[in-house]
């Protein structure tokens, strides 16, 4: 029957060949293409008795377009885009949004055979846009589902189900123009097709997910031991630097200066007198050892230089009669302003303890 069938379209083809010139070669394109949905190799044979020097450009580009089809259709292998690039230069000019998205399509089917992985999906992509602007359902339907097919064998499971849900909402579309009875039946298929596609789209995830999984467990062992190591160098490193930091401390000059105040009972001679260096370096050295003075700035901003100059002599236990001449400032007066920084500057008000006991402790 189907040999009969094939004999029929080429007796009828021949009898249209009588016609003037021209006239039987749109009528064998127009019988083609009809063809093509129901009966691909049929179309396929009738396009081969056509002869393409008797065609125009726009016959040549649909006569392209028509034998790239017929291929896909049949899932032959493409194994050269030179007839659809001639068809796609062609539509590009002439043709309407369905005619382009019709040849972006198939050019897209043809670099898929072909590896062109990138260049593929972007002319997928311009199908959909180009056939999104027409009411052509059936053939927006068509590229979606066979640009899912792409996405899948190219393992991109996230765009390929993206693309079944277009294919769906279209078919829901086509279905409500036509208003036909399988509308629920078409919608069943549509949505078992995604729900297909998304269990393939968690198991593959799922499988990756494991396999990455066991990696990441032999990596985080690893760094474990890593940090581990580097924890106790960081440790030595820390202890090596607080060692240096004291033995610098106790070999300063300045340092030196201010415990030799201690065994000076009255007021110090000329000899103890502070240079302004002097007063920088107690206070850096406190600082870098004690953190004094960032402690000190953080419970009153507002301390002044000679407030923390008083707390890093009593931080060395030098008593306000031995370093009162250094403030330029008597023993009475020096021990009324320390009064005054416990409980007016600082928040010791209620304590027991001296300042100096309190800067001790800091």
């Given amino acids: 029957m189907d040999n009969l069938r094939i004999l029929l379209y080429l007796l009828l083809f021949s009898l249209a060949a009588c016609h003037p010139e021209g006239s039987h070669v749109k009528q064998g394109l127009d019988k083609a293409a ?37 291929d896909e259709d ?30 972006y399509y198939y050019l897209a089917c043809v670099e898929s055979d072909l590896g062109r992985k990138e260049e593929a999906g972007t002319h997928f992509m311009e199908a959909i846009r180009l056939a999104a602007l027409t009411e052509k359902y059936d053939h927006l339907t068509k590229v979606c589902k066979r640009c899912s097919l792409y996405y899948q064998r190219n393992g991109n499971f996230d765009e390929a189900l993206e693309m079944e849900r277009k294919a769906y ?32 789209v968690i198991w593959q995830k799922n499988r990756s997910v494991r396999s990455q999984l066991s990696f990441f467990k032999e990596e985080m062992l690893s760094k474990r031991v890593e940090s581990d ?15 240096l930091q004291i033995q610098i401390y106790e070999s300063s000059p300045v340092i030196s200066k201010v415990r030799r105040l201690k065994e000076r009972v009255h007021t110090p001679s000329k000899a103890f007198a502070f ?19 960032s402690k000190l700035k953080t419970m009153n901003p507002k301390l002044t230089e000679e407030d923390l100059r008083v707390c890093a ?50």
């Avoid at 081969?48 to 065609?55: A, C, F, K, P, T």
């Avoid at 007839?83 to 005619?99: C, P, R, S, T």
Wanted: hydrophobic share 35%.
């Fill in 34 to 70: 009809q063809l093509m949905g129901q009966d691909p190799d049929t179309a396929s044979i009738l396009l081969e008795s056509i002869q393409v020097d008797q065609m125009n450009e726009a016959q040549l580009a649909e006569y392209y377009l028509l034998r790239t089809q017929a």
């Fill in 74 to 103: 049949k899932n032959v292998l493409h194994t050269s885009d030179e007839q659809i690039q001639k068809a796609v230069l062609y539509f590009e000019k002439h043709g309407n949004a369905y005619d382009k998205s019709k040849a």
């Fill in 169 to 200: 909402a279209s078919q829901l579309m086509l279905n409500d123009t036509k208003q036909q009875s399988p509308l629920l039946l078409s919608s069943a298929l549509g949505v078992l097709g995604v729900l297909s596609l998304l269990l393939g």
């Fill in 229 to 243: 190591q580097l924890a106790l160098q960081c440790t030595h490193l820390e202890e090596k630097n607080q060692s």
């Fill in 275 to 293: 240079t302004e260096n002097d007063w920088c370096e107690l206070l850096q050295l406190q600082e870098n050892i004690y953190g004094l003075v």
């Fill in 313 to 362: 002599f009593l931080r060395e236990g030098i008593q306000p009669s031995c370093f009162a001449d250094l403030m330029k400032s008597s023993s009475e007066t020096l021990t009324r302003r320390i009064s005054r920084i416990k409980t007016e500057k600082l928040p010791f008000a209620d304590s027991k303890e001296s300042l100096e006991e309190i800067v001790k402790s800091l």
